[in-house]
């Protein structure tokens, strides 16, 4: 079955420290994997695609098929990266649809 | 551009009575998707409707339908609800699966 996997529920890191969000994924076949990001009070909205191999706002996310991993990297967390952050994997097999994990609460202090 | 819209933002309801929430995608975008979140459950896909078809169905149970019109906006009813169903329901639109927008949502709680 596939499944997404974020085992951190929340991470808690300084002003300035790098920040390594965790994303562990199941999937048969190639997968498309996304970050959401929901700040408080605001919609979830799209981090960044695995396909686009783009930066966002200092994110970036390399995806290991050996490790069946997708984890989220910020080499200096600021302090509006505060948020709640899910990882997803688009589902080609059986009913189309994003699976998410059950997200991770970043909070930076100061 | 307009966002994905959702109304209403708030609703209370009681048990055994049903509901309708509405879904106004981006212009141009056919899919429309719903989801529900609860702090215990996450994010899960309820059903996905393009082109006035549903596309797509989750594990929910028939309680739960919907519905979408020549326009892309999409309906979302629960029937015979419970307090289970207390949850923020999300709608997100896309043009294809290279990213979905979602709107604010409808918080329903049931009493």
């Known amino acids: 079955a596939q499944r997404v996997t974020q085992p951190e529920k929340l991470l808690s890191v300084f002003k300035g420290a790098p920040v390594e969000l965790k994303c562990n994924y199941s999937y048969s076949g190639s997968p498309e994997l996304f970050w959401y990001v929901q700040y408080s009070r605001q919609r979830l909205q799209l981090l960044l695609r695995?396909?686009s191999r783009e930066s966002i706002k200092g994110f970036t996310a390399d995806l290991n098929k050996g490790e069946t991993s997708f984890h989220l990297k910020k080499p200096f967390a600021q302090e509006e990266d505060s948020a709640m952050y899910y990882c997803?994997?688009?589902?080609?097999?059986?009913?189309?649809?994003?699976?998410f994990g059950q997200g991770t609460r970043l909070t930076i202090n100061p | 551009k307009a966002g994905v819209t959702q109304t209403p933002r708030y609703l209370i309801k009681t048990r055994g009575q049903q509901v309708t929430l509405s879904c106004s995608p981006i212009?141009?975008?056919?899919?429309v998707s719903w989801y529900q979140q609860t702090p215990g459950q996450g994010l899960q896909f309820l059903f996905e409707?393009?082109?006035?078809?549903?596309?797509n169905k989750g594990n929910f149970p028939g309680r739960f339908s919907g519905r979408q019109f020549s326009n892309s906006r999409s309906e979302m009813n629960v029937s015979t609800l419970e307090l289970g169903d207390s949850a923020l329901y999300l709608c997100?639109?896309?043009?294809?699966?290279?990213?979905?927008?979602f709107g604010s949502g409808t918080r329903l709680t049931v009493v």
């Open positions: 409707y393009f082109s006035e078809t549903q596309r």
């Open positions: 997100a639109s896309s043009l294809n699966r290279a990213g979905y927008t």
């Open positions: 997803a994997l688009f589902n080609l097999q059986g009913a189309q649809k994003l699976v």
């Open positions: 212009s141009g975008h056919r899919s």
């Open positions: 695995h396909i």
